[in-house]
């Protein structure tokens, strides 16, 4: 499905529209857009999140549709993500609440970010998907990255307490997804942290904003 980047995204309850929906997946275009604000990704996380519908499922109707599995990777990769997530949740059970890995450092605070909170950040693209997130309780997966990036990594908070915070406004909340790609972000289940930096917003949410504080090369 592809928003036109001022369109808020809906999500209906009736199961035709939600047929539709998985119907309407086109794996290339998804695999050529998914980055952007207005890509053609599925949202279909909620229904997924809430069992209206499984990860199974959705694969077995892209394969009936004739997709070939090679042409639909990325998404089904995706697919397979939120269920790895899923199955280190059930193995390391009450560990997935803790530092994973590796600890993460540095760390000043175990607080949300108030700009954050406030969407006052100073980076359009970031202050509009949270109002946007406040009234939808959707936020694309970039917009996640961008926010974690900025409140773990620049504003150096801890990742669980912004993590509970992003989770409670969520439609989609689903804590192994959530908890554990905090902490890829933050570096605690990850080698490296996430860094975000203006030129990568810009091109991905199409502002041109300069002079920010991560307007920084990487
Ligand atoms: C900091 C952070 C927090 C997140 N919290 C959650 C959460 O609470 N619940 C949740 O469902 N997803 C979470 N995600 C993963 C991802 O952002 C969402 O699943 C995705 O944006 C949902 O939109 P969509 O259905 O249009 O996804 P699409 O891109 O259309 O993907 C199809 C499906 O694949 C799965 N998926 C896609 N991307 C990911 C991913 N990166 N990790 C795991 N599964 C993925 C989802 O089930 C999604 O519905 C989080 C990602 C980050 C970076």
């Not at 899923?86 to 993460?104: E, L, M, P």
């Not at 309780?137 to 669980?160: D, E, F, P, Q, V």
């Not at 030129?199 to 090369?217: S, V």
Request: net charge positive.
């Amino acid at each position: 499905m592809n928003l036109a980047k001022d369109k808020e995204p809906t999500f209906p309850t009736s199961y035709k529209e939600i047929l539709q929906r998985i119907d309407a997946i086109d794996p290339l275009k998804y695999r050529a857009s998914r980055n952007y604000i207005d890509g053609a990704v599925s949202y279909l996380s909620p229904y997924i999140s809430r069992g209206v519908i499984s990860t199974k499922f959705i694969f077995t109707e892209i394969l009936k549709k004739g997709h070939h599995p090679k042409q639909a990777e990325k998404f089904i990769q995706e697919l397979a993500w939120r269920d790895y997530w899923q199955q280190v949740w059930i193995a390391k059970a009450d560990a997935i609440n803790h530092d994973i890995k590796h600890i993460q450092a540095p760390v000043s605070n175990t607080e949300v970010p108030k700009a954050i909170l406030e969407a006052t950040t100073g980076i359009n693209a970031v202050d509009k998907a949270i109002e946007e997130f406040y009234k939808t309780g959707y936020l694309h997966n970039h917009l996640r990255m961008y926010i974690a990036a900025i409140s773990c990594n620049m504003g150096r908070s801890h990742w669980k307490s912004p993590a509970k915070w992003m989770y409670y406004h969520l439609l989609d909340a689903d804590w192994a997804s959530n908890a554990l790609s905090w902490q890829w972000v933050a570096g605690a289940n990850a080698n490296k942290k996430y860094v975000a930096n203006q030129e990568n917003i810009n091109t991905y949410c199409f502002t041109n904003q300069k002079g920010t504080f991560l307007d920084i090369p990487y």
